[in-house]
């Protein structure tokens, strides 16, 4: 709009111009070199003007001209840069998709018209991972780390070949980089944070946490802190009481369901003479999470307590939680150190019906000490090999005795986690069913419809049937087993290549039979 408004105002000035002109005519004499030129007013503004008009055509001409290289070195360079967006892009989408031949023709085409561009040394490496050539990914990933705009991703590239092929000095050597060039990178804070809780090094674990902070929402860092401290409460509980104390408190207030940290600050706290607030800090973990950790924490308050001390406590610590198995069982093994066989057995009564390994063990051991049955105690015992399992600290599959800050498997933080190993439940996956004995006998006792009592049709087509029943009776029972159906192995993770392909003569012949080996087949 305002420029309409500039131009309309240009157009009636420049015909003010030429009227005021026109309303005052006049002639104009040019004398030069002897010619004398005399014309009007206007045939010479006129003139001026289609001169300058000229002029400026003839500036562009030579302007055109002069710059022409600059123009087509310029349209060559774009029309290169639409080419390598389309190898780029295409290169990208063949890796995604997996196609290997695809990806190698459009990194060695990108390499043919941008060789030195990010993006053209990403997919190369990307190709070269895809088709197997670490040597070669490794080479342009060191590339890539030796220039200052593609410096962490050649970095996060070598982190990943160095873990690939188990080299864990390198890649943590390749994370410290990385973290210090960029600390706002997740990955490299991550890898970093899982190396120092490898090897223990809990104060540079919490400073790099702390240095990392805005790259975690509240809730995590409060957690990872929390974890980090317990270890390091942990590791300082035999040389630096108060230090390991002050840990202990810190990593209780941060993440107040944490078990290790409950247990250990309350134990602490107990020493301390802090019984009623070391009462409030197991209390408080036990109502969340019931652990065995917080019961024997709980029993040994006070030094030196007698057996039916330890009792009532615990009484009233499993009496938070009535649904809960881990309190019975801490009530039992309390109540069978201070001889109360009859509440022992009465806690492990619910659980009888389908017992766990540590219940089966419990009661073992109360066959012993209430009524010496070693008979009774070695059946509770056989039975614990083939009961269901109980919950353990475990974390990526891996399953340890006491509790760990950090996976051993990935090196995740707070990856423990007090359940059953691998099914999280109380009852063991049935994978397939056992087989069932069943006698002739219990066959024949089972009602028979009417439909399968043969019957002649005519006297004439059978004269003398031969009875069923009778020689179903004489027969003498004999046990048969009955298989159940054969159960489909799992197959392949999508992520899990697989056995190698067979050759032909390495293959097994065809199955006819059924069962396993046809399903094999």
Known sequence: MIRVILFLIVVGAAALGFAWLADRPGDVVITWQGLRIETSLMVMGAGLLAAVVVLLIIVGIIRAILRS??????????????????????????????????????????????PGEPLALLLSAQAAQLSGNREEAERIFHAMANRADTKALGLHGLFIEARRRND??????????????????????????????????????????????????????????????????????????????????????????????????????????????????IDKAWRANPHPDLARAYAALRYGDAARDRLKRIEALAKQTPDNIEGALALARTALDAQEFAKARAALTSYLDAPTKRVCLLMAALERAERNDEGRAREWTARAVHAAP????????????????????????????????????????????????????????????????????????????????????????????????????????????????????????????????????
């Not at 087509?72 to 080419?83: A, E, F, I, K, P």
């Not at 409060?222 to 990593?251: G, H, N, Y």
């Not at 003569?505 to 069962?515: I, K, L, M, N, V």
Request: glycine letters at 6%; proline letters at 9%; aromatic letters at 6%.
């Open 168 to 281: 864990l000095t390198s890649a943590q050597a390749f994370a410290e980089e990385a973290a210090r060039t960029a600390p706002t990178l997740g990955w490299a804070g991550r890898a970093v944070l899982e190396f120092r809780c490898a090897t223990g090094d809990w104060a540079g674990a919490l400073a790099l946490l702390d240095s990392n902070k805005t790259t975690l929402d509240k809730v995590s860092y409060r957690r990872q802190r929390a974890v980090l401290l317990t270890a390091r409460a942990q590791a300082a509980e035999d040389t630096d009481r108060d230090s390991a104390k002050a840990f202990a408190l810190e990593a209780q207030k941060l993440a107040p369901t944490l078990i290790p940290a409950a247990a250990l600050a309350g134990r602490m706290l107990a020493e301390g003479g802090h019984l009623r607030w070391a009462s409030r800090v």
């Open 69 to 114: 290289p600059f123009v087509l070195s310029r349209m060559m360079r774009n029309r290169r840069g639409v080419r390598a967006y389309e190898a780029i892009s295409s290169g990208l989408i063949a890796i995604g998709a997996g196609d290997i031949a695809a990806a190698n023709k459009f990194a060695a085409q990108i390499n043919q018209i941008a």
């Open 390 to 521: 109980d919950p353990a600290w475990t974390a990526d599959g891996y399953v340890c005795d006491h509790w760990l800050p950090a996976s051993p498997v990935t090196g995740r933080i707070d990856a423990f986690e007090w359940r059953v190993p691998l099914s999280g439940m109380l009852s063991p996956p049935v994978i397939e069913p056992e087989p069932s004995a069943v006698t002739t006998a219990e066959i024949t006792a089972q009602p028979q419809p009417e439909s399968a009592e043969l019957k002649p049709a005519s006297a004439d087509a059978v004269s003398s049937p031969a009875p069923i029943e009778p020689a179903l009776a004489k027969a003498e029972p004999k046990t048969l087993e009955i298989k159940p159906k054969p159960v489909i192995p799992l197959v392949h993770a999508p992520d899990d290549p697989g056995p190698d392909e067979l050759d032909e003569s390495e293959r097994a012949p065809a199955q006819t039979d059924g069962g396993w080996r046809k399903i094999l087949s």
